[in-house]
């Protein structure tokens, strides 16, 4: 999920760099002026705009793409059997795992459409290898740019960045912090790696920049509020934060607002799909950029009633070289029914609740999403931590404590779990509770995955939707 981050630079909303990017700007433009327009559609008029890209897409995969046509006639179906959004659920979904082991037949045969090859970061395993053509990320861009408008980020704007945020800044190439610095009037830190000397040179950068725009990653910008908070240093300040890339938790975004006094909008988009939806002032929900995509939630093969958590199902309506029809993106989402007083048309979806793989499954079935586990354990003096679910009854925990941390601590932490399991508060003893074992691990610090994400739940136990 970095890719907004990338296109920031890539998508010269910020900079002119070369002339190509006036020449890629002009289609990125076009697609631009029309999600402006098209976001005040009815929402009739959105779905229909959507279904008619659905059927252009799958009728040239059916044509085009040795999978889909083995998997539409496997089914007994032609392209012109999906009448509705929601007969789109007649095809299966598509895992990872099924575009590893089909990787060619998903490549279509077509020989005029462009290629360029892309993959996943990999922060929960293998990186996925993939096609996109010019013309899907320039839908993308489009959508991200229309973001932008929302936010009141406009090109030129002073910006901040935190992160472990993408190959690029990885590679700590002084080209490109020369670029972001000539260009974009940009300051970047690493929040995952500083030193005392790094940290406080980009503090007196930030008093000298005052940064109108943060662009971070949720436990990036954690990292660094937590660092000021420490040291009592209170003039850190922003008008917008854009968050992405992780799953934003509540007590982040107030953690954020108290320290940067900022607003913060987050963002939802992925490396394979870009752009897929985000927060507008009004923080009903996240619109979802329909005319780029269908986005479905889906729980137990069955589509989810508004307000039910299922897992995030994503069609890419432009992506012609390898499309990517029904693909199970591994997050969690809640679908909403609200509209929103924006006066943006588009869907709205309630929350992502994270990757699949960051909730804890419980024995009797039920689930702890991150949310509440994070909630729970945000008035616990811990400094960092991570909760890796090795059973459904096995509960590990790393802990790096913070100053008032107590062997008290410790037992209200196991009696909250224990509570929480239970769904019951008045629990107030864990000696002869067996349904679950928490132990907890105290360690110095927690290192972030190789992509430079932080991962505060990983559950080993697989999801059962
Ligand atoms: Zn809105």
Not at 14 to 41: A, E, G, P, T, V
């Amino acid at each position: 999920m970095d890719q907004l981050f990338d296109n920031l630079i890539a998508s010269g909303i910020h900079s002119m760099w070369n002339i190509n990017q006036f020449i890629k700007r002009d289609q990125r433009w076009k697609c631009y002026k029309f999600l402006k327009r098209s976001q005040y559609f009815t929402l009739e008029n959105i779905e229909k705009l959507q279904f008619e890209r659905l059927k252009r897409l799958l009728l040239y995969a059916y044509q085009n793409v040795p999978y889909y046509r083995k998997i539409f006639n496997k089914l007994k179906l032609k392209p012109g059997d999906i009448k509705t959004l929601s007969d789109l659920s007649k095809l299966p979904i598509l895992t990872k795992e099924t575009i590893r082991k089909n990787f060619k037949d998903l490549i279509t045969t077509d020989k005029n459409v462009n290629k360029i090859p892309y993959q996943t970061g990999g922060s929960t395993g293998k990186p996925l290898e993939f096609f996109v053509t010019k013309e899907c990320k320039d839908w993308g861009h489009a959508a991200q740019w229309r973001a932008f408008d929302w936010w009141d980020i406009k090109k030129g704007d002073k910006i901040a960045k935190f992160g472990g945020l993408s190959p690029r800044f990885r590679t700590n190439k002084t080209s490109n912090k020369l670029k972001d610095k000539l260009l974009s009037n940009t300051i970047f830190l690493n929040a995952y790696n500083f030193s005392e000397g790094e940290i406080s040179v980009f503090i007196n950068e930030w008093k000298k920049l005052k940064p109108k725009v943060v662009y971070t990653n949720s436990a990036s910008a954690e990292i660094f509020a937590r660092y000021l908070k420490s040291r009592n240093i209170n003039n850190i300040q922003a008008d917008i934060m854009v968050t992405q890339g992780e799953k934003l938790l509540d007590s982040q975004r107030k953690l954020f607002k108290e320290t940067f006094k900022c607003n913060i909008y987050d963002f939802y988009g992925a490396r394979e799909i870009s752009g897929i939806a985000a927060e507008c002032k009004e923080h009903t929900g996240y619109h979802i950029s329909s005319e780029n995509i269908v986005l479905e939630f889906i729980k137990n093969d069955s589509i989810c009633a508004p307000g039910e958590l299922g897992n995030i199902i994503i069609t890419d309506l432009h992506n012609y070289v390898f499309p990517l029809i029904r693909y199970g993106i591994e997050d969690l989402g809640i679908p909403s029914e609200e509209s929103c007083s924006c006066g943006v048309n588009l869907p709205l979806m309630r929350s992502i609740e994270g990757r699949s793989n960051d909730m804890i499954i419980l024995d009797n079935g039920q689930y702890l999403s991150p949310t509440n586990i994070t909630t729970m354990l945000y008035c616990f003096p811990i400094d960092q931590y991570q909760i890796i679910q090795r059973s459904k009854n096995k509960i590990e925990m790393r802990v790096v404590k913070g100053k008032e941390y107590t062997e008290e601590t410790e037992e209200l932490i196991k009696l909250y779990f224990i509570r929480m399991v239970h769904d019951d508060w008045t629990i107030d003893h864990i000696s002869d509770d067996e349904s679950i074992d928490i132990e907890i691990i105290y360690v110095d610090d927690i290192p972030v995955t190789d992509s430079g994400k932080f991962r505060y739940i990983i559950s080993e136990v697989p999801i059962d939707f």
